[in-house]
């Protein structure tokens, strides 16, 4: 029975982490292991989530002493880890109590190394909204997740056996897209589970208030950061720009 690592950056989240641990509590698979890297917290986060450490052991929390974003705080915590299997979910987030069950074996019938699965989308106040969204039907390779960002870091998981500890880079944003990239980079795939096993919180200050900047600064991580040419990253971003689009607006 494999041990899962999950893994979860916290901070000031004392309005919802305490339904995410909930939502790790009530899995039906049980062999895991839940690290929280609280990141200088100016709230009761670090409180409620000592409340659940008194209650399961298997609940783990580090506290950074300077506040070094979510990126490098998942790091800490995957190299705290002992699982077999590194899964994330962030403090706002949450799963189908049958995420972990199915999910591992899905990713056991089909000797995958990294895996991802569908999801949907919750308000503030933890209602469903819009409609589910649904993966590829075929593994997703580099050039595939350059085309559509569809790795959603909460439904992600891979095998540290087969991968091994790979960090996120430090990147002020899109720490975990760069990671699935450096993944697939190496040959691997991510196999997808086109079934809606975890929930992303969309929160009303959270969709980008100026849009084009958003996408210039994707044409800017490609090229700079992925080292593409200039037509390649052109091309990827209007491909990525128009999928972004109809999954956060039109659905």
């Keep these: 029975m494999k041990k899962v690592s999950i893994i979860t950056p916290l901070y000031n989240a004392e309005r919802y982490v305490s339904e995410t641990i909930d939502s790790v509590l009530n899995q039906s698979y049980t062999n895991w292991e839940m690290i929280l890297v609280d990141d200088c917290s100016t709230d009761k986060s670090v409180y409620f989530v000592e409340k659940f450490q008194e209650k399961d052991e298997r609940i783990l929390l580090l506290k950074n002493k300077s506040n070094m974003g979510s990126g490098l705080s998942r790091n800490r915590a995957i190299d705290a880890a002992s699982g077999d299997i590194i899964a994330f979910l962030d403090s706002d987030d949450i799963w189908h109590p049958e995420k972990l069950s199915k999910h591992l074996d899905f990713m056991e019938k089909n000797s995958s190394v990294f895996s991802h699965t569908s999801y949907g989308f919750i308000d503030e106040e933890g209602k469903k909204i819009k409609s589910t969204f649904h993966v590829s039907n075929e593994p997703v ?25 790979m960090h996120m880079p430090s990147l002020p944003k899109a720490q975990d897209y760069a990671l699935w990239l450096d993944i697939l980079k190496l040959g691997y795939v991510s ?25 210039l600064g994707h044409w800017n991580f ?20 128009i999928g972004g689009f109809v999954k956060y607006y039109l659905k």
């Design 141 to 165: 390779d580099y050039k595939k997740l350059l085309k559509r960002t569809e790795i959603s870091c909460l439904t992600a998981m891979f095998d540290v056996h087969k991968i091994g500890k």
């Design 191 to 215: 196999d997808p589970l086109d079934e809606e096993l975890a929930f992303y919180r969309q929160h009303s200050a959270s969709t980008t208030s100026n849009k084009w900047k958003h996408i």
């Design 222 to 241: 490609l090229k700079n950061r992925e080292k593409l040419s200039l037509i390649a990253s052109t091309y990827y971003t209007i491909t990525w720009a």
